[in-house]
């Protein structure tokens, strides 16, 4: 059974720095690109950033670009999310997703996600 749990939320002020943390099991996690994913209240689900099986490449969002750094440790079975200089548009519940069988990095795609993490950002 395929399970992905996130952790590390939380309110932060404005420019301040967080790190989100998502334990995988159930699949073997080296096998699969991941990406980090968000919705804030009312928008659409927003892809965040990616990175691919042995953590070599990762691509962001222009948005947050610059500002995080995804990676991962495939001994740990876990995928993280470096968030730094955060805006209040940042506010959103961050899910990690594995990659679906058809996705690319140009139109990702996600067969699994977590329920979330709230990352809130105060102004």
Known sequence: QVRLEESGGGLVQTGGSQRLSCVASGFTFSSHR???????????????????????????ADSVK????????NAKNTLYLQMNSLKPEDTALYS???????STWDYPSYNYWGPG???TVSS
């Open 96 to 102: 990690c997703a594995r990659a679906g069988p058809h």
């Open 34 to 60: 991941m990406y980090w994913v968000r919705q804030a209240p009312g928008k659409d689900v927003e892809w965040v950033a990616g990175i691919d099986t042995d953590g070599s490449t990762s691509y962001y």
């Open 117 to 119: 993490t709230q990352v």
């Open 66 to 73: 610059g500002r995080f750094t995804i990676s991962r440790d």
